[in-house]
């Protein structure tokens, strides 16, 4: 019976699929001919985009990766002149998946995952987050609906990923997929760097103002497919960090051998942006790794990278990217960093007189365009521990610290608890990974725009998922 049913579906099927497509290819062609060309494009754009909604929602590791594709990819699309709203594509795709997740969580709950200092500490800059909307010193509410979406709800994938990462093959599977598409952005920067711009791209850097930011000393910086070159460059270095600890694991030498090409690709490249924030984070992680394993393997090799970088840091040279690179580790000398300093020395009497801060989204862009009178819309940031000082006040700040403290604590601990290699090894490479992004919020913005939230948001759920793993294999 069963032999009989099988058959008569394999036969079927051919001729099944074949009157769909003929019937999907004819009305595809009456749409075209009857609407017009962009009729029949947003038609096969949307049989594409329903599956694949459809499945983000019921299979949600799915959906997990296809997220970190498509925020990745969204400023490329923007630039090449999409009138799409891709932002609110995003959000709606996020939204899709909290939704899936809540679902599942009412057939098969586990909260339990969320009892730990990492789960808490989130929930709770999530929620202050939040309360800012009630803040009676902000100059605009428009600002906080447009801010909160970079800034809290993307923290909320915290939650989805954390459920979602429930093996070591699909955390393998998830960082497969961030450094396949860090590779694409490498390679994209150098046709940049080598070959030029795309028209598309050249149109957006016309303006007075992206000529002051990107052409300096004679050469545009690089930001690959990203929206600027901070965003390209954190990203690199934290791609490169990820290679390099991953090479700390049991594998083969040939996998060895590529992870320590692709570090070293991403760190040259990375130089292109010409973001000196950028090139300090790397030997910091280093630093940090250093003391997490230290032994005589890895004493030698610090002696060995220390004294490398203090050979690139005082060697003389004309290459402008080594000069811009060595200025990176003497601030002193830097006159934008002198800027930065005295506008925070100038802000902080506001700082000090507002404990709950000024609003969210009163500084920066959004402050220019929906308060542009008001008196922090005239303040730069220049800085993710700046902003949040005056957005968030210093009770904001305090939790911002708190906030880092509790996960790189929990990464730490969880990094000496665990004796599975695997584990043991991605929970130390996102804990540099956090870390790095972490130094890195203090000269710039670094862990609130596309796609670093949602990769900073993802270490984060590696770095928890990573124990409750272990704890769960150990019960078995």
């Known amino acids: 019976m069963r032999t009989t049913m099988s058959k008569s579906i394999s036969t079927s099927n051919p001729w099944a699929v074949g009157i769909v497509l003929a019937l999907l290819s004819a009305g595809l062609g009456f749409v075209t001919v009857r609407l017009g060309m962009m009729a029949g494009v947003m038609l096969v754009a949307l049989s594409i985009a329903l599956p694949v909604v459809y499945a983000s929602v019921v299979y949600p590791k799915f959906g997990i990766v296809v997220l970190i594709i498509l925020q990745s990819f969204i400023f490329l699309f923007i630039r090449m002149g999409s009138s799409f709203p891709l932002g609110t594509l995003v959000d709606g795709f996020q939204a899709l998946l909290i939704i899936g997740f809540l679902i599942r969580q009412k057939f098969y709950p586990n909260w339990k995952i969320y009892h730990n200092p990492i789960s ?83 149109a957006g850097l016309q303006s007075e103002k992206m000529r002051s930011l990107l052409f300096i000393d004679g050469h545009w910086r690089k930001f690959s497919i990203y929206s600027d070159p901070v965003v390209y460059s954190y990203n690199m270095v934290v791609s490169a960090l990820i290679c390099f600890g991953l090479l700390w694991q049991p594998m083969a030498v040939y996998k060895k051998v590529i992870l320590s090409l692709m570090c070293l690709f991403f760190l040259i490249v990375m130089l ?83 404990p709950i801060g000024g609003g969210l989204g009163s500084v920066g862009t959004w402050g220019i365009r929906f308060a542009p009178n008001s008196e922090l819309a005239k303040f730069p940031p220049d800085s993710g521990y700046a902003r949040v000082a005056v957005e968030l006040g210093y009770v904001g700040l305090f939790l911002l610290c708190l906030f880092m403290f509790i996960i790189l604590k929990a990464g730490i601990v969880h990094f000496f608890k665990i004796r599975d290699p695997k584990l043991r090894n991605y929970c130390m490479t996102m804990t540099l990974v956090i870390f790095a992004l972490n130094i890195g919020n203090f000269p710039q913005e670094a862990i609130t725009q596309f796609p670093t939230n949602v990769f900073f948001c993802m270490a984060i759920a590696i770095v928890n998922a990573t124990w409750l793993i272990y704890k769960k294999e150990q019960t078995i």
Not at 141 to 161: C, E, H, N, P, Q
Not at 179 to 188: D, H, R
Not at 307 to 321: A, G, R, W
């Open 272 to 354: 292109f942006s010409g973001t000196r924030g950028a090139y300090v984070l790397f030997p910091a992680a280093l630093a940090l790794f250093a003391v997490l394993n230290f032994n005589k393997k890895v004493l030698i090799f610090s002696v060995i990278a220390g004294f490398f970088m203090v050979c690139l840091i005082f060697m003389s040279t004309s290459n402008p990217y080594l000069v811009r690179f060595q200025t990176a580790f003497r601030p002193s000398e830097d006159a934008s960093y002198k800027v930065r300093k005295m506008n925070q020395k100038r802000i902080q009497p506001y700082i000090l007189s507002h």
């Open 120 to 202: 808490i500490i989130v929930t709770v800059w999530i929620a202050y987050n939040f309360l800012q909307f009630f803040n009676p010193f902000a100059a605009s509410i428009l600002a906080w609906v447009y801010t909160i979406r970079s800034v809290a709800l993307g923290l909320l994938m915290y939650y989805v990923f954390v459920y979602n990462l429930t093996s070591k093959e699909y955390i393998r599977t998830v960082i497969k997929v961030w450094l396949g598409i860090s590779l694409f952005v490498a390679l994209y920067a150098c046709k940049q760097e080598f070959i030029g711009f795309y028209d598309f791209e050249e």
